[in-house]
């Protein structure tokens, strides 16, 4: 631990120094790390929660308790055991970029069974949960997580030693709640601000999608065939890299640049992918993208790119599709991809662990039955979608604008809560340092109590066969 006036580091406040009173320490110190068991443990009747990655909020810190199960029923399966207080951090990509963090509360009996692709973080009472949430939440941290990620493409984790290392600025316990009220009371105005926001993000998308939908019903007496019989190359997966933090590397794209059914430019990471091994990954114009997986809601969302030929390369979680420009429109495809009949059809056939990545594999991408009408009748039916989306674009363009004031906004408040500008220190608080110091040595003291050895079971003796009976003496 460090005392008060101590460089921050670990992307918390980088270059400043903590405020008077703070101490700065490792989760490790603060937290035992994904505990294997609950302080009490149930009986085999007693109804606990039962929680999947998709009952965690992205962003907010919220969770779904609400699905209770008796105990018995599954703590014999390979689940995360977690009770009430207890901090998740959802270690699997794109789950930890997303924000599935949150304070667990609210559990039936104050226990809950989860997804094994959640790190469970209970505070030694040192750090306040909500305090440990907020933190975790700020993009930066994520951000830097996500830079020591590990393990095979689509299966990246932040391995536990990572987190365990993570320095966080740790203020007296008492200024820990004032930060706390401030910041619910805070981000309370600003989630009014993004309720709307997400309304006006989903009107807008349904609004695009009825769009298309009534676009693609007036093409009935087209021939149908399917997206693999039209295609110029076989579909292709991306392939995910670690970020680099110097700038160098390969422009990479991320899940989000095609989240929205419109292709962002603005979301792309530099990473280390080798050259050659990515050299057929290359963007180019009019390629197709489909997320391989994603949360429930938002697997099988596509985008087309319009833009220079090798601007960039494309992650393992999104498919490519380039067609036959002989026989189809890249832009007509992209538009019967984005309809209502092949997301649905889309996340019908979404398979997944625990519900908490489901993902479509290239066959099902592959059999999107597509309406085929002559080349000049599928441009002239895009030409048409894009005199109807011309109303809506400005709509939209607003709403994008808030999103991210929105995020700018949550982004300085988190800065201000960890500096210690947004709530005020008091002299007469006890220093954190003192606190955990008090921690460490009770954490020392019961390590040493050893526990008593493990008595073995005897070894059952082996049945003697014919021949093998003891000599005689």
Same mark, same amino acid.
């Given at each position: 631990m460090t005392d008060s006036g101590a460089e921050v580091s670990a992307g918390a406040v980088p270059g400043s120094a903590l405020p008077a009173g703070w101490a700065l320490a490792t989760l490790a110190e603060l937290c035992e790390v994904n505990p294997r068991a609950f302080t009490e443990e149930p009986d085999d009747d007693d109804l606990i929660s039962q929680v999947p990655m998709a009952a965690v909020e992205a962003e907010t810190g919220r969770i779904d308790p609400s699905m209770h199960v008796p105990y018995g029923d599954l703590k014999k399966k390979s689940l995360t055991r977690f009770q009430e207080d207890d901090v998740l951090f959802a270690k699997i990509t794109p789950c930890m970029e997303n924000g599935k963090i949150a304070k667990a509360q609210g559990l039936?009996?104050?226990?809950a069974l989860g997804s094994t692709e959640f790190h469970v973080l209970r505070s030694h009472g040192g750090v306040l949960p909500e305090y440990l949430m907020y933190y975790l939440l700020q993009r930066n941290v994520r951000r830097l997580a996500e830079q020591h990620m590990s393990g095979a493409v689509g299966q990246r984790r932040v391995p536990r030693p990572y987190l365990e290392g993570l320095k966080i600025p740790v203020p007296p316990l008492t200024e820990q709640h004032r930060? %706390? $009220?401030? @910041?619910?009371?805070?981000?309370?105005?600003?989630?009014?601000?993004?309720a709307a926001v997400g309304r006006a993000i989903v009107e807008t998308a349904q609004l695009r999608a009825s769009v298309a939908d009534a676009a693609i019903q007036r093409l009935a007496d087209a021939p149908v065939k399917q997206l693999g019989e039209i295609l110029a190359e076989p579909l292709r997966n991306g392939v995910s890299a670690k970020a680099t933090q110097d700038g160098s590397g390969v422009r990479t794209l991320t899940l989000s640049a095609v989240t929205y059914d419109e292709f962002?430019?603005?979301?792309?990471?530099?990473?280390?992918?080798?050259?050659?091994? %990515? $050299?057929? @990954?290359?963007?180019?114009?009019?390629d197709i993208f489909v997320e391989r997986s994603n949360s429930a809601e938002l697997v099988g969302t596509s985008a087309i790119y319009h833009g220079p030929s090798n601007w960039a390369i494309y992650p393992d979680l999104l498919i490519r599709a380039r067609v036959d420009r002989s026989v189809a429109l890249p832009d007509f495809v992209a538009l019967v991809l984005r309809t209502r009949r092949v997301q649905f059809y889309f996340r019908q056939r979404a398979r997944g662990l625990s519900g908490s990545m489901p993902k479509i594999d290239q066959s099902t991408i592959e059999s999107v039955e597509i309406p085929l009408p002559s080349l000049t009748r599928q441009e002239e039916t895009v030409r048409w979608v894009q005199r109807q989306e011309e109303e809506i674009d400005p709509l939209a363009a607003t709403v994008g604008q808030a999103q991210a004031e929105s995020g700018n906004l949550r982004a300085a408040l988190f800065h201000a809560a960890f500096s210690g500008a947004l709530a005020p220190q008091d002299p007469a608080d006890e220093p954190a340092s003192r606190l955990l110091d008090r921690i460490r040595t009770r954490c020392e003291a019961a390590a040493k109590v050893k526990k008593p050895p493990r008595k073995r079971a005897p070894r059952p003796r082996k049945p003697t066969t014919s021949g093998q009976e003891a000599l005689p003496l």
């Amino acid at each position: 631990m460090t005392d008060s006036g101590a460089e921050v580091s670990a992307g918390a406040v980088p270059g400043s120094a903590l405020p008077a009173g703070w101490a700065l320490a490792t989760l490790a110190e603060l937290c035992e790390v994904n505990p294997r068991a609950f302080t009490e443990e149930p009986d085999d009747d007693d109804l606990i929660s039962q929680v999947p990655m998709a009952a965690v909020e992205a962003e907010t810190g919220r969770i779904d308790p609400s699905m209770h199960v008796p105990y018995g029923d599954l703590k014999k399966k390979s689940l995360t055991r977690f009770q009430e207080d207890d901090v998740l951090f959802a270690k699997i990509t794109p789950c930890m970029e997303n924000g599935k963090i949150a304070k667990a509360q609210g559990l039936a009996a104050g226990r809950a069974l989860g997804s094994t692709e959640f790190h469970v973080l209970r505070s030694h009472g040192g750090v306040l949960p909500e305090y440990l949430m907020y933190y975790l939440l700020q993009r930066n941290v994520r951000r830097l997580a996500e830079q020591h990620m590990s393990g095979a493409v689509g299966q990246r984790r932040v391995p536990r030693p990572y987190l365990e290392g993570l320095k966080i600025p740790v203020p007296p316990l008492t200024e820990q709640h004032r930060i %706390v $009220a401030k @910041l619910d009371e805070q981000l309370a105005h600003v989630e009014a601000g993004e309720a709307a926001v997400g309304r006006a993000i989903v009107e807008t998308a349904q609004l695009r999608a009825s769009v298309a939908d009534a676009a693609i019903q007036r093409l009935a007496d087209a021939p149908v065939k399917q997206l693999g019989e039209i295609l110029a190359e076989p579909l292709r997966n991306g392939v995910s890299a670690k970020a680099t933090q110097d700038g160098s590397g390969v422009r990479t794209l991320t899940l989000s640049a095609v989240t929205y059914d419109e292709f962002d430019d603005r979301f792309t990471k530099m990473t280390s992918a080798n050259p050659e091994r %990515v $050299a057929s @990954l290359w963007l180019k114009d009019g390629d197709i993208f489909v997320e391989r997986s994603n949360s429930a809601e938002l697997v099988g969302t596509s985008a087309i790119y319009h833009g220079p030929s090798n601007w960039a390369i494309y992650p393992d979680l999104l498919i490519r599709a380039r067609v036959d420009r002989s026989v189809a429109l890249p832009d007509f495809v992209a538009l019967v991809l984005r309809t209502r009949r092949v997301q649905f059809y889309f996340r019908q056939r979404a398979r997944g662990l625990s519900g908490s990545m489901p993902k479509i594999d290239q066959s099902t991408i592959e059999s999107v039955e597509i309406p085929l009408p002559s080349l000049t009748r599928q441009e002239e039916t895009v030409r048409w979608v894009q005199r109807q989306e011309e109303e809506i674009d400005p709509l939209a363009a607003t709403v994008g604008q808030a999103q991210a004031e929105s995020g700018n906004l949550r982004a300085a408040l988190f800065h201000a809560a960890f500096s210690g500008a947004l709530a005020p220190q008091d002299p007469a608080d006890e220093p954190a340092s003192r606190l955990l110091d008090r921690i460490r040595t009770r954490c020392e003291a019961a390590a040493k109590v050893k526990k008593p050895p493990r008595k073995r079971a005897p070894r059952p003796r082996k049945p003697t066969t014919s021949g093998q009976e003891a000599l005689p003496l």
